[in-house]
């Protein structure tokens, strides 16, 4: 085999190291995003069907829901304070740190969304749920493969949640049924925009982790936390644009 051959040949063997290592790590990242959304499925009907548990964090009246008991606010509040808290406590987070931050906040997502099966109906949920799923798997695909930077998109998204949130705030109070169409119309657009940012984002760290284990079990935690965070944002989102409310 001549010099050039054998410098292919190894140029490819690397290339092919490092593909199957990324997709294990992407892997480890969309099994744990699963598990994730199962287990939230679990908790929204647990809170949403099972009385004990529903008339613990929900005020119902005639069928109909009017509000939230005190453990519905700290269940409802519990994972912004997480995630605030979390970007001052964890600089530098364990494996084991980094994980329960992930269940931990997909639990109390998890049993807050059961607001949302005594909102809109059973068909609305499961309807918009695949849709989120197939628009999730297209735009976390052309993250993957798209040879576009999309890390320019990666500030605007950002303030654009923050303003997203800000105008949340303002539409409790001014309770406009138009402005909170409006609101969701873009807070689909940002968080497609997300999922694809996020999913490019995650590859480029792995190449970036240089195959450091420990850093890479963080990654797939946080990794798996952010596509979580924007397929629940999607979903919800999409649910107030089509959903039926009962």
């Given at each position: 085999?001549?010099?050039?051959?054998?410098?292919?040949?190894?140029?490819?063997?690397?290339?092919?190291?490092?593909?199957?290592?990324?997709?294990?790590?992407?892997?480890?990242?969309?099994?744990?995003?699963?598990?994730?959304?199962?287990?939230?499925?679990?908790?929204?009907?647990?809170?949403?069907?099972?009385?004990?548990?529903?008339?613990?964090?929900?005020?119902?009246?005639?069928?109909?829901?009017?509000g939230?008991?005190?453990l519905?606010?700290?269940?409802?509040?519990?994972?912004?304070?997480?995630?605030?808290?979390?970007?001052?406590?964890?600089?530098?987070?364990?494996?084991?740190?980094?994980?329960?931050?992930?269940?931990?906040?997909?639990?109390?997502?998890?049993?807050?969304?059961?607001?949302?099966?005594?909102?809109?109906?059973?068909?609305?949920?499961?309807?918009?749920?695949?849709?989120?799923?197939?628009?999730?798997?297209?735009?976390?695909?052309?993250?993957?493969?798209?040879?576009?930077?999309?890390?320019?998109?990666?500030?605007f998204?950002?303030?654009?949640?923050?303003?997203?949130?800000?105008?949340?705030?303002?539409?409790?109070?001014?309770?406009?049924?138009?402005?909170?169409?409006?609101?969701?119309?873009?807070?689909?657009?940002?968080?497609?925009?997300?999922?694809?940012?996020?999913?490019?984002?995650?590859?480029?760290?792995y190449?970036?982790?240089g195959?450091?284990?420990?850093?890479?079990?963080?990654?797939?935690?946080?990794?798996?936390?952010?596509?979580?965070?924007?397929?629940?944002?999607?979903?919800?989102?999409?649910?107030?644009?089509?959903?039926?409310?009962?």
């Amino acid at each position: 085999m001549s010099e050039y051959s054998r410098a292919n040949y190894g140029a490819t063997t690397l290339d092919m190291s490092a593909d199957a290592g990324l997709r294990k790590f992407m892997l480890g990242v969309y099994n744990k995003l699963g598990l994730g959304l199962v287990l939230s499925g679990i908790l929204a009907y647990l809170t949403s069907a099972y009385p004990p548990v529903r008339d613990a964090m929900f005020n119902i009246q005639d069928g109909y829901l009017v509000g939230y008991t005190l453990l519905g606010n700290i269940v409802r509040f519990a994972p912004l304070v997480m995630i605030f808290g979390s970007m001052f406590v964890m600089k530098n987070p364990s494996a084991a740190a980094a994980n329960l931050l992930y269940w931990a906040m997909v639990a109390t997502i998890g049993a807050g969304l059961g607001v949302w099966l005594l909102v809109y109906t059973g068909e609305s949920v499961a309807q918009t749920f695949f849709i989120t799923s197939a628009a999730f798997f297209g735009l976390s695909l052309f993250g993957y493969t798209t040879k576009r930077n999309l890390q320019a998109f990666g500030s605007f998204l950002i303030m654009a949640v923050i303003g997203l949130i800000l105008a949340m705030v303002v539409n409790m109070f001014l309770k406009s049924g138009m402005m909170a169409m409006i609101i969701s119309g873009i807070g689909v657009l940002i968080f497609s925009g997300l999922i694809a940012y996020d999913t490019q984002r995650l590859k480029l760290q792995y190449y970036q982790l240089g195959g450091d284990q420990r850093s890479m079990a963080v990654a797939t935690s946080m990794g798996a936390l952010s596509l979580y965070i924007n397929f629940i944002n999607l979903f919800q989102f999409l649910l107030m644009l089509l959903g039926n409310r009962r």
